[in-house]
């Protein structure tokens, strides 16, 4: 890295002096002479301070005074008050980047001390270095590799982070642990730490902010951006997992984008990460992280940390590219990725300048906006990337006003006033004044001197100066005779200033039509009286011309139109109304008057008229006529004539146009046209019009507009009107809508796309899913997505963050009714024992829960009954630990055993070890032993109730430690206690009496005021005994024992003894009376010398159990609720029974293994109850329920149910009863299962197994009593056997199982059950069900084992909650539906294993019609596009078909499972194999029938068949031929005129019988010709020619048209007619109309904006301006009003002084080491402007990639010589006189040798 110069210093201090002095004070730093400039010795900075001398120092500090005042600043007033000078310059930094140290000294002036520091320090270089620079804290520690230590190189590296004096140059041997400081100071602008900025000035750790201001506090943000809140990134966490397969290698994990700071991600798993960048400059690079380490990615530096089970990557930031984080696939195992990282917010809102005023003067307004602004690109985006950001606050508008100054006065005008002549000339009038609007807006009249800076508007204008209308004459016409005196007429018409016929011309002026004329020719015919009227068209002409009168303010008559002809043939007369009217000025109305008002002759109201000669009629020539018509006009004989010659071309093609006569004036000799000046100009007929061209208008299509897009973005569509249609009439706008087929044109298109770009993110909410509860108020969730529609139509899923808008709810209340009552069951408690064996309880409340999920607490009656075992369950621990051996080694040891007797039969004799008790029955002798160890026998003693025992007849006291009580009598109950030594031991003995119950103690009996009588405690009171009597009162054979107990150590078990005693269950006889025993024993030989195994063996028994287990069973029943404890006492004392059974039954089982090696079966009572002992049936003896006797009434088979043992008549042979478990074990040879039943008739008994009838055999028999026998049964005899009764009323059956050695069975049965009618189906486990819905289901799961079995539900492999189960381990589904299919399975599980059975659950739907057919009907459009289809329907439906067509069926059918499908014809099956005129398609469901003929009509059905029923639908085939024929003639298609036309209209007809045309389809139609019609003279009409264009393409112009009066012969000829003809039939259509009314509106734009943009290139920037829509007077309208036009550019580059610049670099340094491998050199690197020269901003030169200001030099290795200079600055080692340093002496060997 480059460093600065040393400071300069002003004066003349010698050399040495200054030197050293700057030495001292920079620590460090070794400042030249002035005469050779500054130079910074690197390599010499690390000087210790104790290495100079104390004088030497002195000097040098006295001569610092002396300095040229020169180099000072002037003195602050602060300085003149205190003693100090003026601050000096502020020295070079000491680092060219990364942050230096600049100081300034100062001198006191006194020679006293002065207070304060003559030092202070700033930061300089606050720029980042580039990343070759490498560490400045590094490059001072390698300034000493050349430098020997201990007489060693070594090459240093950096220790960094030194928690005691990080200022300090603690450097570190490469490769070795050995750590030296090298200098006790760094060089100024050192790092402090690593990961700090502070520095370390003179050796002193100084706080620098990231302001880089020395002192600071301030810190950067987690953006970056120094004193900041953080509102310029967002944190971005996420965690990926990857889906990487054999097809697909790599994987995107996360894209990083430019900028982004603080990155982590930790990969764990096989696989890899390896990144891919993108620059902004499009440059793309991959880097593999392969290794651990940190690497420079596109100049972001990297640290990756790899292991073998996870991967590490950190990149401090800010990225300086776009980084794309893969995994690339190395494992087979899926592997995932956490990251983070603070992700800039790179698209900011940036207010805009205000838009233009409102208003030029007066007060207006402009607005602000707010424009996105990407802070990458530095240019302006779409509105919708800053709505990416909800931290983005879009600022809101300002509002200000503007151009307030007062507007200057104004002309303002009236109206013009209405002109004062209508022709000829007139003038109209304004009013002008001078007005002033104030800034409210108020407009007042001022003087008009203020508006003479504009000039004044006329007041006064002329108006209407065309020519009034005029009368016209024309020509006279020939006279009417050839002799005498005659007649002659002209043509006179009113004209105005165009040219053009009008009224108007007062009819005072007119002049005369008509005058007398005399020819000179003598006539020889006798004179007439009058002169004849001239019958020329002339005279008609001029006659209709002046009939054409016009109502004006004299009265005058007005006739009216002629009438039509009264005939079509011949003469007839025509007649017309003529009426007497005025015009009234003063309102502009006509008003009728009498006749006698108006002067003048009348005109005529009748004439003749002559309609041409009538069929068969032959025209004479009547000579004399003819001349009576013409008047010999034959004679008259000019040469030149006006003619009408042809029409014009039609103003229209089609539709209606206009023809006018063309006019020419023609030489009647030779017909040839002449010069139009030859013909006399009055003589001009006037102009003649026809219409033409009336054909409708050839077919064409009419586009109407686009509707608005169907969304606003991401591509919508709009449609529009098209039609195809023919125009009929112009004139009448009659327009008819044809058949889309007959426009010849391909049709436009009727959809188009619009809106083609992205939307703005936005929440796209999902289905709502199923309720979490099915009732009391439960939640169902949503998923809400932020997406965005994509141009192309498609879904953008992005994170929640770009979605702007509030995020809509995606969760709701749902199943808001009161649930059912329901049990709410508390947790378990904790196992009521601390080892071994306990029970856990828990609580129940019946509760129900509200709607409004509120829950309340009912009364438990409302609660379906609960079962016991949901309430309480045993629970296992860990084995308890055997007793501790005694503490002394020496001490006496009685072993006792904790256990509990109850003797349920009369037996002789019993033995007991001490520790217990026992309940016994009376006259039973008991032998009590009392084993010790470390004890002699004969010198224990025995005490009863606290007394001292001695030998009598009745009690024996042995010397070998035992006790002898021959036939127990009441006064033996007590607590006998043997002693050894101070060890004691106890015995409890109580008595049973005959009624179950324990005796009291006989009063009288000694002691008995210290222990009292028997009595029922209760658990409380017994459990607190138990509490005394394990706190060591009472048993404890290690402490002496209390003499006289207070309380009867036996009472606490007393209440569940006698519990147990009365636990129904037991065998009957077990407890008969000890008196009833007595009498039997005479019979019964003595027991005492029998084998006490087989004594056992055989019942009577004695129940034993754990004294620790009864222990357990109080504390648990004191720790339940009171009301509770007998409901739990009651059942634990049975669970306890059972579990005493069962041991007794493994004790016996065990005993008989060991003495014959096989196990007799025993029957166990089947599992009923939780307890596991079921009630005992009072049944009659099998000698009472044989044959019925006639006499008794008829009844019903009853199998007799007896639950008792199981008779052993041998070893290997079991009898069992019904309703028994038998376990088989490897020497049972026989089984006898009994079945008794009763009855009337005597019911028959058949016997089966597993549901399947048994096969009797020779192992397998029927005995006579119908009993079943198994002999030497095997593994395949397992099941349950069923004992069916059956009689004429009906039958009974009962099971036994039969098991292997106690292993868990379940009775299955392995048929098949399809119900489709009844409400309710039972089933055992292992069938199969297929039912229909709404059926309620019973799947029975019996179970049999030895011990217990436990039963648990499984729908699909899933745990089913136990609501289903039923109290004998069925399960019940009701209202079965189709959720509810699905594989059942029952699973048996207790100790000796487990069995499971299932049941498959099919649904069954019958087949129906479906309630949507559009899925059948596009079926059948796939199979047969185009061909007639029908679907079938229970009523049956009808195809109506020509012969030869095709046809397809359709079988629309819904069922489960699908239903087959069978056709049929006329009720005979379709075979497609015989009758290739039938195809059966898509599974039966479509039937196409080819080429139908006469045998394919009839009925068509399909018969649908599934389990659960059948349908069928049908069709019927009709076979029609269909045609075309001539039905009738439609309308003329003209009401006049010579064009009309009858087209015949044709039918499609069946039979004469019209039918749809659709049928007659693809048929020939006939020929046929139009009939002429209606082919008469048209009424007059309007006729209108088309529009001109518009006189302004927008704002409002004006388009006319001509309007005429036409009447259409019936020759086709149409004459021009007055326009009263037309207004008395039509209203006149207008000639002018009003277009393009739209605003005319451009596009405008501010100036420029400066150019101050980023720079871009050299000398090049960008500039904006504002773009916006107005019309042409400046109103602002939205953009979309001008999307039209095409819109100026908003954004230019531009030519930029600032950008004018370069990177300057000078000359490289003199490199450091003239050899080896750590010199280095450096520039200063800068940017400059290309004309000043001067530095500017580095960031105005970053278009431009930034050379390097560092770089190593002179590598080459270093020469083995003695004695060489190593460095360049040996001379200035030598003049500061430092040879005698070693480290000096060293490095400057030459130098230093010649000195």
């Known amino acids: 890295m480059a460093l600065a110069a040393g400071p300069r210093r002003r004066g003349s201090l010698a050399p040495i002096l200054s030197g050293t002095l700057c030495l001292l004070i920079l620590a460090g730093q070794v400042c030249g002479d002035q005469s050779q400039g500054a130079v910074f010795l690197r390599e010499f900075t690390l000087i210790r301070r104790e290495s100079l001398h104390d004088d030497f120092l002195s000097d040098l500090l006295n001569s610092h005074k002396i300095e040229d005042a020169s180099s000072r600043t002037a003195r602050s007033e602060e300085d003149r008050d205190t003693l100090w000078d003026a601050w000096g310059p502020w020295s070079e930094c000491s680092r060219t980047c990364g942050g230096g140290a600049s100081y300034s000294l100062r001198r006191c002036l006194s020679s006293k001390s002065c207070e304060g520091r003559n030092i202070?320090?700033?930061?300089?270089?606050?720029?980042?270095?580039?990343?070759?620079?490498?560490?400045?804290?590094?490059?001072?520690?390698?300034?000493?590799?050349?430098?020997?230590?201990?007489?060693?190189?070594?090459?240093?590296?950096?220790?960094?982070?030194?928690?005691?004096?990080?200022?300090?140059?603690?450097c570190q041997a490469k490769g070795t642990s050995l750590v030296v400081e090298l200098a006790p100071k760094v060089l100024d602008g050192t790092r402090c730490y690593t990961e700090s900025l502070d520095m370390c000035i003179s050796g002193l750790c100084q706080i620098v902010g990231c302001d880089h201001q020395l002192g600071s506090t301030v810190k950067e943000d987690s953006c970056g951006v120094c004193n900041g809140d953080g509102s310029t990134c967002r944190l971005v966490r996420g965690q990926y997992k990857s889906q990487l397969s054999a097809t697909k290698l790599d994987d995107t994990v996360v894209a990083i984008p430019y900028g982004s700071r603080h990155v982590r991600l930790v990969l764990k798993g096989p696989d890899h990460l390896y990144l891919e960048t993108k620059t902004l400059q499009g440059t793309k690079g991959e880097n593999s992280l392969s290794t651990t380490g940190t690497f420079l990615v596109d100049n972001s530096s990297v640290d990756f940390q790899k292991f073998p089970d996870k991967e590490i990557l950190r990149m401090a930031g800010p990225l300086t590219a776009d980084f794309i984080v893969k995994v690339h696939s190395a494992g087979a195992a899926d592997s995932t990725v956490q990251f983070i990282f603070y992700q800039p917010i790179i698209h900011r809102w940036r207010e805009t300048d205000f838009f233009p005023c409102s208003a030029t003067c007066g007060g207006g307004y402009q607005l602000t906006s707010a424009e996105c602004y990407d802070l990458r690109s530095s240019?302006?985006?779409?509105?919708?990337?800053?709505?990416?950001?909800?931290?983005?606050?879009?600022?809101?508008?300002?509002?200000?006003?503007?151009?307030l100054d007062p507007c200057p006065a104004r002309w303002e005008s009236t109206p013009w006033t209405a002109c004062s002549s209508s022709c000829g000339g007139g003038i109209q009038s304004r009013t002008v004044s001078c007005v002033e609007e104030d800034i409210q807006g108020h407009v007042s009249s001022v003087e008009e001197w203020k508006c003479m800076y504009t000039p004044k508007m006329p007041i006064v204008q002329p108006c209407n100066i065309f020519d009034c209308p005029k009368w016209l004459a024309q020509e006279w016409s020939p006279c009417t005779v050839t002799c005498g005196q005659g007649l002659r007429y002209r043509v006179v018409l009113c004209i105005d200033h165009r040219g053009m016929h009008t009224g108007g011309c007062s009819p005072k002026t007119k002049p005369h039509i008509k005058e007398e004329c005399i020819i000179p020719t003598p006539c020889y015919k006798p004179k007439e009286k009058l002169p004849v009227e001239a019958k020329l068209p002339w005279h008609k002409q001029a006659q209709e011309l002046e009939e054409g009168a016009v109502v004006s303010e004299e009265p005058s008559f007005i006739p009216e139109a002629w009438s039509a002809c009264t005939v079509t043939c011949g003469v007839g007369t025509q007649v017309r109304m003529v009426k007497c009217q005025v015009l009234l000025s003063f309102s502009q109305s006509v008003a009728d008057l009498p006749v006698d008002e108006c002067e003048g002759p009348k005109p005529v109201s009748q004439r003749a008229c002559y309609a041409g000669p009538c069929n068969g009629e032959i025209s004479e020539y009547n000579p004399e006529e003819t001349d009576l018509l013409y008047g010999g006009l034959q004679d008259f004989d000019e040469l030149y004539d006006w003619e009408y010659e042809g029409f014009t071309e039609c103003s229209e093609s089609c539709g209606g146009g206009v023809q006018e006569a063309v006019v020419s004036c023609l030489n009647k000799q030779t017909r040839e046209t002449a010069d139009e000046s030859l013909c006399v100009t009055s003589r001009r007929p006037p102009k003649l019009l026809k219409s033409c061209n009336l054909d409708p208008c050839p077919s064409r299509w009419e586009i109407g507009k686009w509707s608005p897009c169907s969304l606003t973005c991401g591509v919508g569509l709009q449609t529009r009107d098209v039609f195809c249609s023919h125009l009929l009439s112009r004139e009448m706008n009659e327009t008819v809508v044809l058949a889309d087929e007959?426009?010849?044109?391909?049709?436009?298109?009727?959809?188009?796309?619009?809106?083609?770009?992205?939307?703005?993110?936005?929440?796209?909410?999902?289905?709502?899913?199923?309720?979490?509860r099915t009732c009391g108020g439960g939640v169902q969730k949503r998923e809400v997505l932020c997406k965005q529609r994509m141009a192309d139509g498609s879904f953008l899923e992005l994170p929640e963050t770009f979605c702007s808008a509030p995020k809509l709810a995606s969760q709701q209340a749902c199943r808001n009714e009161d649930c059912p009552h329901e049990w709410l069951l508390s947790e378990w408690t904790q196992c009521s024992t601390s080892c071994g064996e306990g029970t856990q309880t828990r609580s129940a409340i019946c509760r129900k829960i509200l709607k409004s999920g509120e829950s309340v607490i009912v009364n438990s009656s409302l609660c379906p009954p609960l079962p016991f075992s949901s309430s309480i369950q045993p629970c296992m621990l860990a084995a308890c630990a055997r007793p501790s051996r005694p503490s002394q080694k020496h001490s006496p040891h009685i072993t006792a055993v904790r256990k509990i007797y109850i003797q349920t039969r009369k037996q002789r004799k019993l033995h007991f070890v001490v520790g217990g008790f026992a309940y016994l029955l009376p006259k039973t002798s008991v032998v009590l032993r009392c084993p010790t160890r470390r004890f002699r026998k004969p010198l224990i003693t025995w005490e009863k109730d606290g007394q001292h025992l001695t030998s009598s007849a009745h009690i024996t006291v042995a010397p070998f430690g035992y006790l002898k009580i021959h036939r127990l009598k009441p006064s033996d109950t007590g607590t006998y206690t043997c002693s050894a030594g101070p060890?004691?031991?106890?015995?409890?003995?109580?008595?049973?009496?005959?009624?179950?119950?324990?005796?009291?103690?006989?009063?009288?009996?000694?002691?008995?005021?210290?222990?009292?009588?028997?009595?029922?405690?209760?658990?409380?009171?017994?459990?607190?005994?138990?509490?005394?009597?394990?706190?060591?009162?009472?048993?404890?054979?290690?402490?002496?024992?209390?003499?006289?107990?207070?309380?009867?150590?036996?009472?606490?078990?007393?209440?569940?003894?006698?519990?147990?005693?009365?636990?129904?269950?037991?065998?009957?006889?077990?407890?008969?009376?000890?008196?009833?025993?007595?009498?039997t024993e005479r019979n019964i030989s003595s027991e005492e010398d029998q084998n006490p195994e087989q004594a056992l063996l055989h019942l009577p028994f004695t129940m034993v159990a754990e004294q620790q287990r009864l222990d357990d069973l109080l504390r648990n029943i004191s720790q339940q609720p009171e009301e509770l404890q007998d409901l739990y006492s009651k059942h634990l004392v049975a669970q306890l029974a059972k579990e005493i059974f069962r041991t007794h039954l493994e004790h016996q089982d065990s005993l008989l293994k060991s003495t014959e090696g096989r196990v007799?079966?025993?029957?166990?009572?089947?599992?009923?109850?939780?307890?596991?002992?079921?009630?005992?049936?009072?049944?009659?003896?099998?000698?009472?329920?044989?044959?019925?006797?006639?006499?008794?009434?008829?009844?019903?088979p009853v199998i007799l149910r007896k639950i008792s043992a199981a008779q052993q008549l041998s070893a290997s042979e079991v009898v069992t009863h019904l309703g028994q478990t038998v376990a088989l074990a490897s020497g049972t040879l026989s089984v006898l299962l009994h079945c008794e039943a009763v009855g009337n008739p005597k019911p028959t008994i058949t016997w089966a197994r597993n549901g399947e009838e048994v096969q009797y055999s020779d192992r397998i028999l029927l005995q006579p009593d119908d009993s079943l026998q198994i002999l030497a049964p095997v593994e395949a005899d397992v099941g349950f056997y069923t004992c069916n009764a059956t009689n004429t009323l009906g039958s009974d059956s009962v099971s036994i199982a039969v098991t292997l050695a106690g292993k868990p069975l379940v009775k299955t049965s392995r048929i098949a059950v399809t119900n489709t009618d009844l409400p309710a189906v039972t089933v055992d486990v292992g069938s199969v069900i297929k039912t229909i819905q709404g059926v309620n289901v019973t799947i029975s799961c019996q179970v049999a084992g030895v011990p217990e079995v436990e039963v648990t539900w499984f729908r699909n492999r899933s745990k089913l909650a136990p609501l289903h189960h039923l109290h004998d381990s069925s399960l019940s589904i009701t209202n079965v539906s189709f959720s509810d299919q699905g594989l059942y399975s029952c699973r048996a599980v207790n100790l000796h294993g487990e069995v499971t059975e299932n049941t498959q659950l099919v649904i069954l739907d019958p087949p129906h019609p479906p309630s949507?057919?559009?899925?059948?009907?596009?079926?059948?459009?796939?199979?047969?596009?185009?061909?007639?289809?029908?679907?079938?329907?229970?009523?049956?439906?009808?195809?109506?078909?020509?012969?030869?067509?095709?046809?397809?069926?359709?079988?629309?059918?819904?069922?489960?499972?699908?239903?087959?499908?069978?056709?049929?014809?006329?009720?005979?099956?379709v075979a497609t194999s015989a009758d290739p005129t039938y195809r059966i398609l898509a599974a039966g469901q479509i039937l196409q029938i080819t080429n139908v003929s006469g045998g394919s009509q009839g009925e068509f059905s399909c018969l649908a068949q599934n389990e659960a029923g059948m349908l069928v639908q049908k069709a019927s085939l009709v076979i029609r031929e269909y045609?075309?024929?001539?039905?009738?003639?439609?309308?003329?298609?003209?009401?006049?005129?010579?064009?009309?036309?009858?087209?015949?209209?044709?039918?499609?007809?069946?039979?004469?019988?019209?039918?749809?045309?659709?049928?007659?389809?693809?048929?020939?139609?006939?020929?046929?010709?139009?009939?002429?019609?209606?082919?008469?003279?048209?009424?007059?009409?309007?006729?209108?020619?088309?529009?001109?264009?518009?006189?302004?393409?927008c704002g409002g112009g004006v388009q006319t048209r001509r309007v005429t009066c036409q009447k259409l012969k019936a020759t086709g000829v149409s004459v021009p007619m007055s326009n009263d003809m037309c207004s008395q039939l039509a209203k006149r259509p207008v000639d002018t109309q009003a277009c393009n009314q739209q605003l005319c509106v451009e596009w405008a734009f501010s100036s420029w904006g400066q150019c101050n943009g980023p720079c871009i290139g050299p000398r090049l920037a960008v500039q904006h301006r504002q773009v916006f829509c107005q019309t042409r007077d400046g109103i602002s309208l939205p953009l979309e009003q001008c999307s039209a036009l095409p819109r100026p550019v908003s954004t230019q580059n531009c030519w930029a002084e600032a950008c004018g610049v370069h990177w300057r670099v000078s000359l490289w340094t003199l490199c450091t080491a003239t050899c080896g491998n750590y010199g280095f050199q450096s520039r200063r690197?800068?940017?400059?402007?290309?004309?000043?020269?001067?530095?500017?901003?580095?960031?105005?030169?970053?278009?431009?990639?930034?050379?390097?200001?560092?770089?190593?030099?002179?590598?080459?290795?270093?020469?083995?010589?003695?004695?060489?200079?190593?460095?360049?600055?040996?001379e200035k080692v030598k003049q500061l006189k430092l040879c005698q340093l070693t480290q000096f002496k060293s490095r400057c060997c030459g130098t230093c040798g010649k000195a």
């Open 120 to 170: 202070r320090y700033r930061t300089c270089s606050n720029v980042d270095c580039p990343p070759e620079a490498g560490d400045f804290r590094a490059q001072q520690c390698s300034a000493h590799n050349d430098v020997k230590y201990h007489g060693q190189f070594y090459e240093w590296l950096p220790v960094s982070n030194d928690p005691d004096n990080p200022c300090s140059l603690k």
């Open 379 to 403: 240019r302006v985006v779409a509105d919708q990337y800053c709505h990416y950001y909800p931290e983005n606050v879009k600022p809101k508008p300002k509002l200000q006003e503007c151009n």
């Open 742 to 772: 007959l426009c010849h044109k391909p049709k436009p298109t009727v959809v188009q796309a619009c809106n083609r770009f992205n939307c703005p993110p936005t929440w796209y909410p999902a289905e709502w899913q199923q309720c979490s």
């Open 983 to 1079: 060890a004691q031991e106890h015995f409890v003995i109580k008595l049973i009496g005959g009624n179950r119950k324990l005796l009291a103690r006989p009063l009288g009996l000694r002691g008995e005021e210290e222990a009292p009588s028997v009595r029922k405690n209760s658990p409380h009171e017994a459990l607190r005994t138990q509490e005394k009597h394990q706190n060591g009162i009472f048993f404890n054979g290690s402490k002496a024992e209390k003499r006289a107990p207070a309380v009867d150590p036996g009472n606490h078990y007393d209440e569940i003894v006698s519990r147990l005693l009365e636990q129904r269950g037991w065998p009957g006889e077990l407890f008969t009376s000890w008196e009833a025993q007595d009498s």
């Open 1160 to 1196: 007799h079966p025993v029957a166990i009572p089947p599992h009923k109850h939780v307890s596991g002992f079921s009630s005992s049936l009072r049944v009659a003896s099998p000698g009472s329920s044989g044959e019925v006797r006639s006499g008794q009434p008829h009844r019903k």
């Open 1412 to 1469: 949507q057919v559009e899925d059948m009907k596009a079926l059948l459009s796939a199979n047969g596009p185009n061909l007639p289809s029908v679907l079938t329907s229970p009523l049956g439906t009808q195809l109506v078909l020509s012969p030869g067509n095709s046809a397809i069926l359709g079988c629309p059918v819904q069922g489960q499972p699908m239903p087959n499908i069978t056709w049929f014809h006329d009720h005979q099956p």
């Open 1523 to 1593: 045609w075309w024929a001539v039905d009738k003639l439609v309308g003329c298609s003209a009401s006049c005129g010579n064009k009309g036309v009858q087209q015949l209209q044709l039918k499609c007809v069946l039979n004469n019988t019209e039918v749809n045309p659709s049928y007659c389809a693809g048929k020939a139609k006939p020929t046929v010709q139009p009939v002429a019609c209606n082919r008469r003279d048209c009424p007059s009409r309007w006729m209108v020619t088309s529009w001109s264009s518009c006189t302004r393409s």
């Open 1725 to 1770: 690197v800068e940017c400059v402007h290309i004309r000043t020269n001067k530095p500017v901003p580095e960031h105005l030169c970053s278009w431009r990639p930034r050379p390097a200001n560092w770089q190593r030099c002179n590598i080459a290795p270093c020469e083995n010589m003695e004695c060489r200079d190593t460095t360049r600055y040996c």
